[in-house]
C-alpha cells in the first residue's frame, strides 16, 4: 500500500514537532522517488524555522526518524523513507514543472504549517 504524500507530510510534522518542540519546525517536504537500488520511495525533507537547524543537529534525530518510520509502516506505507533535513529561507522551491531529483524541486505536496 501507498500513503499519498499529504498523510505522509502530517505525519512527519507532527512526529517532529512533538520529538522537537512547536518551534523549532516549519514544515516537511515531501516527495516520491527512486533510490539508489531502484526501489520505489520517500523521500522527506523536515524543515527547521529559521535559526533553528542547530536544535535538530543536536537532538534525537535518530528517534524520530525511527518513530517516522514506524508510522509510515504501521499505516500501511511499503516504501522506505530517507529523510533530510534544512532551514526554512535555505530551502528553494522551485516551480514543479521541473524534472530532477534535486530537494528545491520537491513540490508536489506544499510545505506544511500546521
Known amino acids: ?3 499519498d504524500m499529504t498523510t505522509i507530510r502530517d505525519a512527519a510534522v507532527r512526529i517532529y514537532k512533538r520529538h ?3 518551534g523549532a519546525i516549519d514544515g516537511a ?4 522517488f527512486i533510490d539508489s537500488s531502484g526501489n520505489e520511495a520517500v523521500k522527506v525533507v523536515i524543515v527547521a524555522k529559521e535559526g533553528q537547524i542547530d536544535t535538530l543537529l543536536g537532538g534525537t534525530l535518530g528517534d524520530a526518524a525511527l ?8 499505516a500501511g506505507e511499503e516504501r522506505f523513507a530517507y529523510i533530510g533535513y ?3 529561507g535555505e530551502i528553494q522551491i522551485e516551480d514543479e514543472t521541473e524534472e530532477d531529483d ?6 508536489r505536496v506544499p510545505l506544511g504549517r500546521s
Do not use: I, P, W
Not at 517536504?29 to 516520491?32: C, Q
Not at 518513530?67 to 504501521?74: F, I, N
Open 86 to 88: 534544512g532551514e526554512a
Open 67 to 74: 518513530d517516522l518510520q514506524d508510522e509510515l509502516t504501521t
Open 20 to 22: 522537537f518542540g512547536e
Open 1 to 3: 500500500m501507498r500513503l
Open 29 to 32: 517536504l515531501v516527495d516520491e
Open 102 to 107: 534535486d530537494v528545491s524541486n520537491m513540490t
